[in-house]
């Protein structure tokens, strides 16, 4: 099982590698952005389907790489110092932000953290010395290292994809090292949790930290990818989507951002013949998904294991009356 796991992986990423090189500029730029937002959605997996907390404010840490980039691009500074920057403030910023979940939890967390994703966004708006307000900020350089230069769609593509594995690898050893189980202990438990020894407190922030630097990460990439941004990328709604596509792909599923971001970035576009309507059809389409599949796309495996189980078990009892009956 393993092996043929580690098959499908190498396939997926062979795809990924070559299928791009196929592509015209809007098809390599709709890979790039599925790219970028499932950084974004793997840090917000780690803080709201690993360690359960509420978080509707990531599209404020998004939005802090994405200008913390573009700020220090424009004052000459280079991408490969504008990137640890941004992540710097991010961890930091998000470690802030998880101090209201010592406190309160469930919705009261988060409309805090919907309440800083609305206050972030104003400053954005509002303070046109530094983010350029409404206006916002364009002509973000894309990097280049060693002499190779990303300018081109292609070539930025593959350096968000060298981006995407190892954080994704990262985030791996992570989920799979004592910190993964506190976090995991955390969400299912917090006070038996904290009864076996684990420091709920410390991880909760952790949580937060560590959620917002993927998004910080994220938000730089697409800074440069887009080459613009401006207040209105990074809003509450921009939060809701993440936390969508967090929710559609399976929260606790290490591949739900992988899954989720594919609907929340293509989808849309293939709804594009809808006009007018696409939203609508887009929203009605998740309020399905949500109805029949609470746990998100990749809880179809299991529900499915469950049921035939339960079988099982239902046709082992009947055996078992007939036995006592004869």
Known sequence: MKKLKLLLAL??????????????????????????????????????????????????????????????????????????????????????????????????????TLGFNTALWLVMRNEEWLTGGTFGINNIARPSLGGISFDGNLAY?????????????????????????AFTALRDNAIRAESLGIDTRSYTLLSFAIGAVYAGVAGGLYASQVQFIDPALFTVGASIMMYLMVVVGGPGYFLGPVLGSAVGVVLPEWLRFAQAWYLFVF????????????????SIPDRLKARRQSREASAARAAAGQGVKA
């Open 11 to 112: 396939v997926v990423l062979a795809a990924l590698v070559i299928v791009p090189s196929f592509l015209k500029n809007y098809g390599i730029h709709m890979f790039t952005t599925w790219l970028v937002f499932i950084i974004a959605t793997m840090g917000l997996n780690l803080t709201v389907g690993y360690a359960g907390q509420k978080s509707l404010g990531h599209a404020a840490f998004f939005g802090i790489g994405a200008y913390t980039v573009a700020i220090l691009l424009k004052a000459g500074f280079s991408f490969w110092l504008g990137l640890p920057v941004a992540a710097f403030i991010c961890f930091f910023t998000g470690l802030a932000l998880g101090f209201p979940a010592l406190r309160v939890q469930t919705i009261y967390l988060a409309f805090a």
């Open 157 to 181: 593509y593959h350096l968000v994809l060298g981006f995407t594995i190892v954080l994704a690898l990262l985030l791996w050893g992570l989920l799979r090292s004592p910190w993964g189980k």
């Open 283 to 298: 929203g009605a389409a998740v309020v399905v998904l949500m109805i029949w599949l609470p746990d998100g796309l990749l």
